[in-house]
């Protein structure tokens, strides 16, 4: 998994006014979980967008007041209106614990079922998992040579090493669906 460097500076003053008092400086208000007690402290809005609007998942190295943990993105809260992020949460990782992730999927192959006139959705853009927060790949990769035409790949049917996955057995990963071409082509061979 690859790291973000993030430097954050304690909070002194807590609640509403404080809170709005820093976005209007262009930070942002962020709380760190997990470890002994909670943390509560303010990052810079830039520092974090390159972490936020990614499809990848990161460990962030956080620094406070010179003291470094890592942690995972853990919560996002966005301003209904305008978008602008309000509130980050973070959980402390510790290196015997495992935690609760999403990883992207990344579908590799041919589909046999995409080769005879069908089209390939996919229906899940990441899995949950629980493992240690070493073990946990970047991406997971699925291969979908053998997925036939109206056929579908479904969470129950994924194994990972050392990876456990938290999403419900039955829901679908990807799908190889019928085109009205193939239907057609299906309805004239008979």
Do not use: W
């Not at 406070?64 to 305008?82: E, M, N, R």
């Amino acid at each position: 998994m690859k790291t973000f460097q993030l430097s954050g500076t304690p909070r002194t003053e807590l609640g509403k006014k404080a809170a709005k008092a820093a976005r209007k400086e262009n930070m942002i208000p962020a709380v760190l979980y997990g470890g002994e007690k909670e943390i509560t402290f303010q990052v810079a809005n830039d520092a974090v967008r390159t972490l936020i609007y990614t499809p990848e998942i990161y460990i962030v190295e956080l620094t406070i007041d010179g003291k470094t943990t890592h942690a995972i993105l853990k919560d996002l809260q966005f301003h209904p209106v305008s978008d602008a992020i309000l509130h980050i949460d973070f959980l402390e990782v510790s290196e015997t614990k495992p935690i609760v992730m999403e990883v992207p999927v990344v579908l590799e192959g041919h589909a046999e079922g995409v080769k005879a006139g069908g089209k390939l959705s996919q229906e899940m853009r990441k899995l949950k998992v629980k493992a240690l927060y070493k073990q946990i790949p970047e991406k997971l990769v699925v291969n979908i040579d053998h997925l036939g035409l109206g056929k579908t790949l479904q969470v129950g049917s994924l194994s990972f090493d050392n990876l456990e996955l938290l999403n419900a057995k039955n829901a679908v990963v990807c799908a190889v669906k019928l085109t009205r071409a193939a239907r057609g082509a299906a309805a004239k061979a008979n």
